[in-house]
């Protein structure tokens, strides 16, 4: 038996002193984890200065203390404070660091569903939960050794049902694909990063739902096209108008043979990275406002003169960062021949990247051990939890219209 566990059964001699060492050590596991996400942002933006060499992005002491409702009792944490003064073209200040493990609202902690997903990922392996569950005598909250192998038993089952069910009848207007990697270290000797492929789509009320949730063998075409066969197989008939999606072939190959009438759409925020990774440190921050000139621009038009500016601009100094942007230029812009209001969800795969930051960040520093299987159950019950607040898409009533084949021309419905 280790030291820890044989301190921690004489601390359960006492309550008192059990309740006051389990709300410490969550307390300061907490303000740990609060303090590397910050730390993590400020390295990010570390190239970001101004004229005279200063940093942009700075820690700037610490907010007021903010005192957490959790399963261990009540816990006083401090969130540091970011002085982010990067500026948009107008001067104004366009970026605020946002936690993702303490947003902004937040006095109560996650029900005890998504924390044992969210323990396991970062690292405590079943073999763990029993020991150090029964050490610190958890019953009381409901993380008890048994009901903990049950629960992980329970949603197993539940990813399979669910993985199964069937989908006639269901019809998503437009759809997001990524594959997600996780830095867990896997039992399997030799096993490489777990990778998931994730599907979203948007119904034709515009409620957004996760579609698909599966093991990957990295991003492959054959990967999606079974991925994709199998959900035409459940009854998913009607192909999407659109797929968003980055730049990994094996979707769009596999999509053009299962779906082919589905138009793609290439994510923005991953070709920006692609284009900025081509260029320069000193070059990068004014080419990302100049490729946001591209995106942002009122109608197509516009767009290809941007377009063709930033291609103008860089391919004689930097030939791999313009034939990066130019490969795909039709499918960078293919959201302007659908409602402007929805134009910034069809963009870029945010409804799933923003969902998945959270769980990125919950296993890319974890050095604990697991299986693809436990993964993956665990990912679909954080993911489960999070689509109960994920908003509908702005716009929905117009997406009848695009079902009925409405023509859009630079975001307005075009007239007969």
Known sequence: ??????????????????????????????????EREVADYLEAHDHAR????RRLVVRNGHLPPRDL????????????????????????RAFRFTSAILPKYLRKSKSIEELVPWLYLKG???SDFPEALAALNLDGSGLSASSVIRMKELWRGEWLDWSRRSLEGKRYVYVWADGIYFNIRL?????????VLVLMGATEDGTKELI?????????????????????????????????????????????????????????????????????????ESAKHELQQIWMAATRADAHRAFDTFCATYESKYPKAAACLAKDRDELLAFYDFPAEHWSHLRTTNPIESTFATVRLRTEKTKGAGTRAA???????LVQSAQRRWNRLKGSTLLREVIDGIEFIDGIRHAA
Not at 50 to 53: I, V, Y
Not at 71 to 86: A, K, M
């Open 1 to 34: 038996m280790s030291t820890v566990t044989s301190d921690l059964q004489l601390a359960i001699a006492t309550t008192p002193v059990l309740d006051q060492l389990l709300r410490e050590g969550a307390r300061r596991m907490l303000q740990h984890a609060i």
């Open 50 to 53: 101004d004229e005279r060499g």
């Open 69 to 92: 409702q959790t399963p261990v009792g009540p816990l006083r944490v401090e969130q540091p404070r970011v002085d982010d003064r990067r500026t948009d073209e107008d001067g104004r």
């Open 124 to 126: 405590i392996s079943s």
């Open 187 to 195: 039992e399997e000797p030799g096993a490489k990063r777990a990778c």
């Open 212 to 284: 698909a949730l599966s093991e990957g063998h990295r991003e492959s075409e054959m990967s999606w096209r079974e991925l994709l066969l199998d959900l035409k197989s459940r009854g998913l008939a009607d192909a999407p108008q659109l797929a968003v999606g980055d730049g990994a072939l094996g979707f769009w190959k596999a999509l053009s043979q299962v779906y082919p009438s589905t138009r793609p759409q290439r994510c923005w925020v991953h070709k920006t990275a692609n284009v900025l990774n081509a260029l320069p440190s000193n070059r990068q």
């Open 375 to 381: 993964c993956l159950t665990m990912t679909f019950k």
